[in-house]
Every structure is written in C-alpha cells, then in structure tokens.
Antibody, heavy 125, light 109 residues
C-alpha cells in the first residue's frame, strides 16, 4: 500500500534552517510528481512546492520562494524540503503528497491522491 | 493569482440531511477541481477529482458537479463520519500552482 512518512519537524528559532524528509513506499516513486502542502494551526491548506517526477523541474509558492527548496532522491524514494530563513509565520504541519495526473480527452486533471501524516514545524524564539 | 472561495464557512446539518458546499474560482480552469475531506488531527483525504469523479473507495453519497468557475460538493445523506472540514483545490497550468479554498466546516446541528 502507498505510504508517505514525513520526518524532520521540530522547534526552531526565527532565521534558522530545517530540512524535512518524506519517505515513500508502495509505489514506483520515480513515476510521480511530489508536493509539500502546509497547514498553520487552526488554518486551511496552503500549497508549498512541487517537484517533477524526474526532478527536472520544480516550483514554489510565492510565500516561500527564495527561502525553501524542494528536492528528491529517486534512488532513496525520498522527497526533501530545505527550509531556510524561517519565519514565525512558517509554523505549520507540513504534509507531503503524491500528485496524480488523470487525462480524459483534451483535459488533464492534477490532484493529490495520497498524503503523509504530517510533521509539525514550530518557529519560535 | 488564482483565488478559491468556499461557502459557507460553516454548515450546520442534522444526520441524514443533505449538505451542499460551494466553491468559486477567480479564473476558469475547466474541470480541474478536486475536493478533500479533513478530520481533526488527520491528513486530508481525496474525495473528488475532475470536478465530478469519485476517488477510489469514496461512498456514492458524495457527488461533485460544476465547471468553469462554479463547483459544488453534495453529500446526499450525512453520516456521523462525514462531519469534517472540506476543501476544494484547483490547478493552474502556468505557472504551475495548486490553490486551495479556505474550507467549509460541516458540523452537527
């Protein structure tokens, strides 16, 4: 069965760095785009970043651009999120999610079919 | 910038009743819309993709409709396990951005 397991969260001071990992199993990891989505305490979901199945391209939300970097190691079935210059407002549960693409006729749909359980990042002095 | 607006913010419904949740997109992306359910302390779960296709294992009481900028999630007869927060999500082709609505909480009346 598909499993995504995040790790690396914790408490960190503003301005410091943290690296999250997401270990995947139960599917051919190198076939899928992978994402990070976060959720601040009591708030909604916010998309953070995506990396293409082969690592050839990546995109980040404006709120984290220049500070966070998504990467992956297909030999280890793992996705990473390097978070630098952390701010108090980055405090959230960070989920990794698998992107599914379904095409019907001329339309292709992009959505998240599997999610990890999340890892909490708290930025506080 | 794509903005997804869900309404209402909170919906109070009695078990067995019908619930209708709305999601409006600021830009049309055809039917590139998904719905997720999230219960407290849990990760989101995919319910609907392509605006109207149920994901694997999702009960038939969940249905999605709409296209363009107006979408609806309907739960035909609410069960106790359906009380949760529901999010819509749309994908924008360029630049690639995935945008969520702010969520609708379905609570017991």
């Amino acid at each position: 069965q598909v499993q995504l397991v995040e790790s690396g969260g914790g408490v960190v001071q503003p301005g410091r760095s943290l690296r999250l990992s997401c270990a995947a199993s139960g599917f051919t990891f190198s076939f899928y785009g992978m994402h990070w989505v976060r959720q601040a305490p009591g708030k909604g979901l916010e998309w953070v970043a995506v990396i293409w199945y082969d690592g050839s391209d990546k995109y980040h939300a404006d709120s984290v651009k220049g500070r966070f970097t998504i990467s992956r190691d297909n030999s280890k079935n793992t996705t990473f999120l390097q978070m630098n210059s952390l701010r108090v407002e980055d405090t959230a549960v960070y989920y990794c999610a698998r992107e599914q693409r379904f095409c019907s006729g001329s339309s292709c749909y992009h959505y998240f079919d599997y999610w990890g359980q999340g890892t909490l990042v708290t930025v506080s002095s | 910038e794509m903005v997804m607006t869900q309404s209402p913010a909170t919906l109070s419904v009695s078990p067995g009743e019908r619930a209708t949740l709305s999601c409006r997109a600021s830009q049309s992306q055809n039917s590139n819309l998904a719905w997720y359910q999230q219960k407290p302390g849990q990760a989101p779960r995919l319910l609907i993709y392509g605006a109207s296709t149920r994901a694997t294992g999702i009960p038939a009481r969940f249905s999605g409709s709409g296209s363009g900028t107006e979408f609806t999630l309907t739960i035909s007869s609410l069960q106790s396990e359906d009380f949760a927060v529901y999010y819509c999500q749309q994908y924008n082709n360029w630049p690639p951005v995935w945008t969520f609505g702010q969520g609708t909480k379905v609570e017991i009346k």
